[in-house]
């Protein structure tokens, strides 16, 4: 069993940066793919990174590309996504799941934490 727990979130000016963190317990995120996800109420929970266990390979969501990157410390048992340049339209709620294949698909991660509101003012 892996209980994930986000942190970082809060109120940023558009343009700003945001790091959020996600820390795991209960069992190794060594050997599992790790993925934020983000949700607006009314709306379903959007893909937006995902990260392979070695840290080698990653996927982002086009929107993202080029102004947030996601990263792992495997010895601290903790994901990362730092978010650049922020858009009002990215105000979500903002999760972290574990998975064993890098996917899109948030039905492929099997644990979920409860989520950091980002909210992101014009």
Known sequence: QVQLVESGGGLVQAGGPLRLS???????????????????????REFVAAISWS????????????RFTISR???????YLQMNSLKPEETAVYYC???????RGSNLYNYWGQGTQVTVSS
């Open 55 to 66: 840290g080698g390979s990653n996927d982002y969501v086009d929107s993202v590309k080029g």
């Open 73 to 79: 410390d495997n010895a601290k048992n903790t994901v």
């Open 97 to 103: 799941a574990a998975g064993p294949i890098l996917s």
């Open 22 to 44: 996600c820390a795991a317990s209960g069992r190794t995120l060594s050997r599992n793919v790790m993925g934020w996800f983000r949700q607006v109420p009314g709306k379903e």
